[in-house]
């Protein structure tokens, strides 16, 4: 199996930046992706940006032009620099490995909270 291990969250005022990292251990050759969802409180899990290790970079029309996805294959890790956080983009952030296409697997991280104080 696959296992995430997220860090990065925290509590910031409006128009600040936070960067989340998520490292993906055990069978990563597994992953041919990996993206990053949230939780706001009180609504459904939403894509937030994903990163394909063999090319390809997908973001939210709420985030696109404030968060930037980037990866590191060796490592099979991925990050989110999140800039100009506005207090909607508060909520509980989850790294998800797709690793479906290779081994029949996805695994979920334990998640990250992220607060924006207006």
């Known amino acids: 199996q696959v296992q995430l291990v997220e860090s990065g969250g925290g509590s910031v005022q409006a128009g600040g930046s936070l960067r989340l990292s998520c490292a993906a251990s055990?069978?990563?050759?597994?992953?041919?992706?990996m993206d990053w969802f949230r939780q706001p409180p009180g609504r459904e899990r939403e894509l937030v940006a994903a990163?394909?290790?063999?090319?390809?970079?997908n973001y939210a029309d709420s985030v696109r032009g404030r968060f930037t996805i980037s990866g590191d294959k060796g490592k099979k890790s991925v990050y989110l620099q999140m800039n100009s956080l506005k207090p909607e983009d508060a909520g509980v952030y989850y790294c998800?490995?797709?690793?479906?296409?290779?081994?029949?697997?996805?695994?979920w991280g334990s998640g990250t909270r992220v607060a924006v104080s207006s």
């Open positions: 055990g069978r990563t050759g597994c992953i041919s992706s």
């Open positions: 990163f394909t290790f063999g090319g390809g970079l």
């Open positions: 998800y490995a797709d690793g479906r296409a290779m081994c029949g697997i996805t695994t």
